[in-house]
């Protein structure tokens, strides 16, 4: 059975996608209709590093079903 495009969860940003790749966790913050919010994290010690605020459309859809308690990386 092959998987429709509306199930298969869209790639993060950019900058979220290297962040984790190079060890970094991350978390959403916030994510409305318009704008999100995604935390980037150090790996060893949770804290904030960066803050990004998305715009792209694509991208705050993204962050809208990516938030889930706790950090995403590491």
Do not use: F, K, Y
């Amino acid at each position: 059975m092959n998987e429709s495009p509306e199930s298969s969860p869209a790639p993060p940003p950019e900058e979220v996608a290297r962040w984790e790749l190079s060890g970094g966790e991350w978390r959403v913050a916030s994510a409305g209709a318009d704008s999100a919010t995604v935390e980037l994290l150090r790996c060893d010690a949770g804290e904030v590093v960066e803050i990004l605020r998305l715009t792209d459309p694509a991208a705050v859809a993204w962050a809208r079903a990516a938030r889930t308690p706790g950090a995403r990386g590491c």
